[in-house]
């Protein structure tokens, strides 16, 4: 019989690990394991992910028409699949709670240190995105992202300067709140320079052209990309949006580059495979300059820490940003040989 008492403890104690549950999916469960944020279970049908959703059922919807599109529809299967319950749903609901089941996808994390990982990554990253254009999801308007970058960037700098007006209102501002005074209007000012391109760029003809407008995993972290037989896989479409096709370059473009301190040479890796199973127009590419140019981690640091989005401790949070202040330097650097690279 499985035991499931060893999993009542620590950050995932807030799952459901019951029989009936497993039941309900039609599985019998012989051993459970804690992997990130999930569970992986091993059954009577192979190994699979279990997964508490902590989202609305909306949502969730969205992710799963997202599947069936790219799936079944334009043939990309290498993302994740979701098992039904013996009733024909996608999740089952326990103690207010939902959960799903995905088969496991066996293979490697991606290695953004490694190049061959990052080549077909980048490769699979264009095709997953010509498999979902033209998908498009009228049920969530939240979901839409394209049109809406400029207005997101101003907004963002907007809440730079209310917490900094909060800040300054401490009578005794602790470390972080030190250096962040210290260095936002020099963000504020990089983010003003990103608001200036964009509006001077072609970026909402690009919103006008149906093919520049895709599926966004929005989330490509090396833990989302599994590596098998040569070919990347994705997973774990939480935070998956609707916009430009640059979104996603740059979301993973700026995460390899911090691998190696901001090193050019993953960039030009990421965006010339990319374009060797999809393609970028000029416009796309000066629009994906001007994403890579707005300070995102800076912004998610000091919106994390003042309002308490994470729970990380004063000391991770402060390690958190002196390690943003410390490479600035290296960013800054890291744009403008990218600049001289895409001959913009």
Known sequence: MLDLRSYREGR??????????????????????PLRKAFLISTDKGEKILKKIDYTIEEFKFILSVVNYIKN???????????????GEYYAI????????MDMIEGKECEFSNPVDLSVSAFSLGQLH??????????????NKWGKMIKSFKRKKEELIFFKK??????????????????????????????????????????????????????LAHHNIIIKDEEAYFIDFDYA????????LANIISKAAKVFNYA?????????????????????????????SFPEDFYEIVKNYYTKRKEWSEEEFMAKMNRKINTEENRIEFLEDLKKELKI
């Open 241 to 248: 949006i609707i916009d430009l096709k640059v979104h996603d």
């Open 264 to 292: 050019i040479s993953n960039s030009n890796t990421i965006i010339s495979n990319y374009c060797k199973s999809n393609s970028l127009n000029r416009n796309e590419i000066e629009v994906l300059f001007d994403i890579l």
């Open 73 to 87: 529809e334009n043939g990309f299967t290498r993302i994740m699949d979701f098992n039904k319950t013996q009733n």
């Open 12 to 33: 995932l104690a807030s799952y459901e690990l019951d029989v009936e549950l497993f039941n309900e999916f039609n599985l019998s469960v012989y051993n459970v394991m």
């Open 166 to 219: 909060m800040a300054k209102l401490y009578e005794k501002p602790n470390e972080f709140d030190e250096a962040f005074l210290k260095n936002v209007d020099y963000y504020m000012e990089q983010i003003g320079k990103s608001i200036d391109a964009m509006e001077n760029s072609q970026y909402y003809k690009l919103c006008s052209e149906e093919d520049k407008i895709v599926l966004c995993h929005h989330d």
């Open 130 to 143: 010509g498999a979902s254009e033209g998908f498009r999801y009228k049920n969530n308007d939240s979901k």
């Open 94 to 101: 326990k103690n207010g709670d939902l959960y799903c089941i």
